[in-house]
């Protein structure tokens, strides 16, 4: 198993573009969740979905962040326009049932927005 | 939505010593995990311990769960340099968040 796959492992752009992360889950999993860490606010979750759908968005800080999930395997998550506060490191993580089981995460994007 | 949170954020060891970290939370819960993570790297899952649960093995690993407490501890025997990572609890309670994380040194 390849485990959480996620491109690319490091994005550096400018303020105002737009970025898109990519996350491939592990194949058989239902759900899929993103998180950003940094040093400031620690490990948040940004959204989480199930079976492809979007279930908690809570997370998400502002409009400027979307995130789909179109089949079970692949999900992106886009900030449009960026800025450098989004700069921080972005986990996918799945896992093979729901919220509350274990979760397998990605080796993350760290994403630097100057 | 609640977190779990660790305590100390920071503990430095000797190789060979024992490490004890807690994590309490506010609400009822189903569960609670504790994870690692290694500089730059993902989050990796250790254990999961339900709320019927009170103690819980995994090799080095034993993790305590006291619900009327609210509060779990996770300890870690015979440390080696390797263990030196950060290690986080989560606890789901309808939601999972979570915490900062206690961040453990261990020295060669």
């Known amino acids: 198993d390849a485990g959480v796959i996620q491109s690319p492992r490091h994005e550096v752009t400018e303020m105002g573009q737009e970025v898109t992360l990519r996350c491939k889950p592990i194949s058989g999993h239902n759900s899929l969740f993103w998180y950003r860490q940094t040093m400031m606010r620690g490990l948040e979750l940004l959204i989480y979905f199930n079976n492809n759908v979007p279930i908690d968005d809570s997370g998400m800080p502002e409009d400027r962040f979307s995130a789909k999930m179109p089949n079970a395997s692949f999900s992106t998550l886009k900030i449009q326009p960026s800025e450098p506060r989004d700069s921080a490191v972005y986990f996918c993580?799945?896992?093979?049932?729901?919220?509350?089981?274990?979760?397998?995460f990605g080796p993350g994007t760290r994403l630097t927005v100057l | 939505s609640q977190q779990g949170e660790e305590d100390p954020q920071a503990l430095s060891i000797q190789e060979g010593e024992n490490a004890t970290m807690n994590c309490s939370y506010k609400?009822?819960?189903?569960?609670l995990q504790w994870y690692r993570q290694n500089s730059g790297r993902g989050l990796v899952h250790l254990i999961l311990i339900r709320s019927n649960e009170r103690e819980k093995h995994s090799g080095r690993l034993r993790v305590t769960l006291d619900t009327s407490k609210k509060s779990s501890s996770l300890l870690i025997t015979a440390s080696r340099a390797a263990d030196t990572a950060s290690y986080f609890c989560?606890?789901?309670?309808?939601?999972?968040?979570f915490g900062a994380g206690t961040r453990l040194t261990v020295k060669p």
């Open positions: 989560a606890t789901d309670g309808g939601d999972m968040r």
């Open positions: 609400t009822s819960i189903n569960n």
């Open positions: 993580a799945s896992s093979r049932t729901s919220f509350y089981n274990e979760q397998f």
